[in-house]
């Protein structure tokens, strides 16, 4: 079977194989790091709930941590729930007399508040982060990168900087979600016109994905 396989066709078989499997593995690798990431939330719960319950009975808990994939799905029930409660108005009060609760607990309140605002200027329909595409020099002149606006600085930064800028978000890939925060002029910054989910499949493809094809593909699942 392989006595007639030339080099030529072993390289395309190869580089098949390769385009086949990026895509699973990345995908996969994504999933799993979100998965970690909820059970590791249920995880952190259940040691806080265990640290206020008696001996006997918080080795019983304890146990919970090792049922397979019982974190991720409590997660995403609790997920699921808290945002039906805070689509009504008994769930509106609730969320807002917790939110005052932890609001005024000292240390508590610096990490919650300022874990609040960022996911609310991140979440937030009316808010800039993240829907910008940018094309930046990073790390050094002559040297391009795709990158994500985040905002405008802001207070003490925004008074200590000469000239206009913007924060700007670099993704690491095949991984998007480590990278480094910049602050960067905006004449040194070039505005994509492309939307952030086709900008984030090229990061993540590692340029490979054509961006013609991404366009064309766009506007025809946006067609009626």
């Keep these: ?61 304890e146990k919970v941590k090792d049922i397979p994939g019982l974190g991720v799905i409590l997660v995403v029930l609790v997920l699921f729930t808290t945002g039906m409660m805070a ?13 005052s609760l932890l609001s005024n607990i000292p240390i508590i309140k610096t990490v919650y508040n300022s874990v609040k605002q960022v996911s609310d200027t991140l979440f937030s329909s009316s808010g800039q982060a993240f829907r910008k595409a940018l094309l930046v020099q990073y790390p050094r002149a002559g040297v391009w990168t795709v990158a994500f606006q985040t905002g405008t600085p802001s207070g003490q930064i925004a008074k200590n900087i000469p000239h206009d800028c ?7 890939t095949p991984n998007p ?3 480094f925060f910049l602050i960067m002029a905006k004449t040194d910054v070039v505005e994509l016109n492309m939307s952030v989910d086709e900008a984030l499949k090229y990061i ?21």
Excluded: C
Excluded at 14 to 43: C, D, E, N
Excluded at 87 to 99: E, I, T, Y
Excluded at 204 to 224: F, N, R, Y
């Design 177 to 179: 979600t480590s990278g």
């Design 1 to 61: 079977m392989f006595n007639h396989l030339t080099s030529a066709k072993i390289r395309k078989y190869l580089v098949t194989g390769v385009l086949v499997w990026v895509p699973v593995i990345i995908t996969i690798s994504v999933i799993a790091w979100g998965m970690g990431i909820l059970q590791g939330i249920f995880t952190s719960v259940v040691d806080a709930v265990v640290a206020f319950l008696p001996a006997p009975l918080a080795a019983d808990v």
């Design 204 to 224: 993540i493809s590692m340029g490979v994905v054509d961006l013609e094809t991404l366009e064309k593909k766009s506007l025809e699942q946006s067609k009626p």
């Design 166 to 172: 913007v924060s700007v978000y670099v993704p690491t």
């Design 87 to 99: 689509a009504n108005f008994l769930g509106q009060w609730f969320l807002r007399v917790m939110d």
